[in-house]
């Protein structure tokens, strides 16, 4: 028994074997949760290198698989990472029962969990983005639903995607040849370029970042959001995993300045963006926009100190929770407005600021929970993403005013975007009074994922030290 | 016949069935191209992988062909009688529409060419190891693909394109990558991009199974 296979092949198979059951809803949902769950507490609980001995029985979980003469590697050190990915798959796979989404979403969307396990775990690192893009093409069923057509954000995602993965292998490429002879600056740079590149393609870095509202727009609102968070985070991990392993990326100015005026750049234009929006779901990939953006400033922190890049780990619990409950939301309210069909992406428009207004009155519970996910990702004071925000402006030093006078312009443009979304939904008479059409587990899923919102605000010390241990698999950050 | 000579065949069958892809308005034509351009990638590959190895690229290179194709013989509009022109349905194709775009899309092609043949030799300085022909070949493929990629935003043609810009992209890397799994990976990639093209041009007529 190796790691790659608890982690890699097993609920890849599962996946295969799910998709193919996929008309047996309940069974799919039950295992894949369990599985998710399993798969999680397998990477806190086992350890691996070390005999394990469970009465008669005794054996070892060994780190590395061999394939095709190159070795995917899960370490103790990457365990925090695995148990991050798959306790957030089962978080998603949890709320498909209210999330009228696809039968194959629970199948996909563990397929993809593990491919982009085995990205990062694949040596040597630079295949890595060839996995990267087999998680990617598994997802587009996800955003192209059978019986719909087929919208320009799904092909612009694919193309970016597809864009973005030859600069990596190519960068990969460069960045052997660095490591054999570091003084070779042409050769870094053009590393340097590539990378840069390569991550701006898959991050959805300014200016590529137009298929994230495209998406947000046209594509399930819950299956969007599950590759909103999964998809970013994994892409992430790599760049870490590179950062860790070459002292010249990571000590170089040009790399932190560069993460910096992107950083800035991404919370400036979508948050500005967010404030002239008139569609919901657009508002979410925007949002993520600006969430990604204060993720490459908390990185930019975390190369000179380890505890900054602790924070970024620490955005991702209220982000994770934030845009379940948005998505949510919007599946309650799209399926609503449509006429309560079930599938809301039928009429994209049905999220617009024309179709939702006054939904307030009809759908109280989702509207306000949908403004506590909101204002939560938006960052606002006492919500779940406030504290981690704050104390990774904190810790961003030698900002000058223009980077502040930028920053604060983004996050003043979100917030207008919320209170624009508030007149929106309280807008209008109210002739037959206010009224509850959620249904009852609706409002208790909801409110339970609002609820958790407000706690993770009012009580950060809960949760932000137990994301700091997932920044031990990174042996090198810090001074 | 000699290697250079094979090498230069291999690079003008890139040329011209990259440039029929972009330009043709007919999906079968679209697709056999495809399946010849294969063939000059193999050729290509071969200079610096074993021929083995190389003919990974062509029989995954056909593979997608056959899936686009099989995809879009299997499109209902198509069996209706409808043509598919550049992605677009005409029940009547018009035709001075269709001259004044191919025309279009060839001059830009051609300007493509001709950008790609003049910055090639500084590009062989960056890259030891890599031959002018695969430099060519490859930055061609990618730079065609990118057109397909900016002209059209219909399934068929956004597999066509990522599967020329990906085709170029692999020339260039099997000359610095000799790898089993990147083979099999970029295969992989490959019939999953062509999968995924079968899924989006045909899931518009799929029955939803929510």
């Known amino acids: 028994m190796n790691a790659p296979i608890v982690w890699i092949i097993i609920p890849g198979l599962v996946a295969i074997v799910l998709f193919i059951l996929q008309d047996r809803v309940k069974f799919v949902n039950s295992v894949g949760i369990l599985l998710a769950l399993l798969l999680g507490l397998f990477a806190i609980v086992l350890p691996i290198g070390q005999t394990i001995t469970l009465g008669m029985l005794s054996f070892e979980i060994s780190d590395t698989l061999v394939v095709l003469g190159r070795r995917f590697v899960i370490s103790q050190g990457d365990t925090a990472l695995i148990a991050l990915m798959y306790f957030g798959a089962a978080f998603w796979f949890g709320g498909v029962i209210f999330a009228k989404t696809t039968r194959s979403f629970i199948p996909l969307a563990l397929a993809i969990s593990a491919t982009l396990i085995a990205a990062f775990s694949v040596v040597p690192f630079l295949y890595g983005p060839l996995l990267f893009e087999l998680a990617v093409l598994v997802s587009i069923p996800l955003l192209a639903l059978p019986g719909m057509g087929v919208s320009k954000g799904v092909l612009r995602y694919l193309t970016y995607q597809t864009l973005g993965f030859p600069f990596l292998l190519f960068s990969g490429w460069l960045l052997t040849g660095i490591e054999v002879s570091p003084g070779n600056s042409l050769q870094i740079l053009q590393a340097s370029v590539l990378l840069a590149l390569g991550f701006a393609f898959l991050l959805g870095v300014f200016p590529f970042h137009t298929w994230i509202p495209m998406l947000g727009e046209s594509a399930h609102p819950y299956n969007i959001a599950f590759v909103y968070y999964q998809l970013p985070i994994a892409i992430t991990i790599y760049a870490l995993n590179l950062f860790d392993q070459y002292v010249w990326l990571r000590s170089s100015v040009t790399t932190h300045s560069i993460l910096i005026i992107v950083g800035i750049t991404m919370i400036f234009v979508g948050g500005t963006i967010t404030a002239f929006q008139r569609h919901l779901g657009r508002m979410m990939g925007y949002a993520l926009i600006v969430d990604i953006g204060f993720s490459l400033i908390a990185i930019s922190s975390g190369l000179v100190n380890n505890e900054s890049l602790g924070l970024f780990f620490g955005m991702l619990l209220p982000r994770g929770l934030a845009l379940g409950v948005w998505s949510l939301a919007l599946v309650v309210i799209s399926s609503k407005v449509v006429g309560g069909n079930g599938i809301p992406t039928i009429v994209p428009s049905s999220l617009s600021f024309r179709s939702i207004q006054g939904i307030a009155h009809r759908l109280p519970v989702a509207s306000f929970c949908l403004l506590i996910a909101y204002f939560s990702i938006a960052g606002l004071p006492l919500m779940a993403g406030f504290s981690v925000r704050h104390a990774i402006l904190d810790a961003f030093q030698g900002s000058n005013i223009l980077s502040q006078t930028l920053i604060f312009l983004g996050m003043i443009g979100v917030f207008i975007g919320g209170m624009r979304t508030i007149a929106v939904m309280i807008s209008g008479t109210v002739d037959s009074g206010w009224q509850r059409n959620e249904t009852a587990w609706e409002v208790v899923f909801l409110s339970l994922g609002s609820v958790s919102l407000l706690i993770l605000g009012l009580f950060p010390k809960w949760f932000i030290p137990v994301m700091f241990y997932v920044t031990e698999s990174f042996d090198h950050f810090g001074p | ?210």
């Open chain 2, 1 to 210: 016949m000699e290697l250079g000579q094979i090498y230069l065949i291999a690079l003008i069958i890139i040329g011209i069935t990259s440039m029929v892809i972009f330009i043709s308005l007919d999906w079968r034509v679209s697709v056999i191209s495809l399946a010849l351009l294969y063939v000059g990638v193999f050729i290509l590959v071969s200079i610096s992988w074993p021929q083995q190895m190389a003919a990974v690229k062509l029989v995954a290179g056909w593979m997608s062909g056959a899936i686009l194709g099989l995809a879009m013989a299997g499109k209902p509009g198509l069996r209706q009688g409808v043509n598919i022109l550049a992605g677009r349905s005409y029940k009547n194709p018009p035709q001075p529409r269709i001259i004044s775009e191919s025309f279009f899309r060839f001059s830009t092609g051609v300007m493509v060419i001709l950008a790609v043949v003049s910055i090639s030799f500084n590009i062989q300085d960056w890259v030891p190891g890599i031959g002018i022909y695969q430099i060519i070949a490859g930055l061609l493929l990618i730079g065609v693909g990118l057109l397909q990629l900016g002209f059209s935003s219909q399934s068929l043609n956004v597999a066509l394109g990522l599967l020329t810009v990906l085709a170029g992209f692999e020339i260039l890397y099997a000359a610095v990558e000799i790898s089993a799994l990147v083979a099999g990976l970029l295969a992989g990639v490959n019939l999953g991009i062509a999968l995924i093209g079968a899924y989006l041009i045909n899931s518009p007529d799929l029955r939803a199974s929510s």
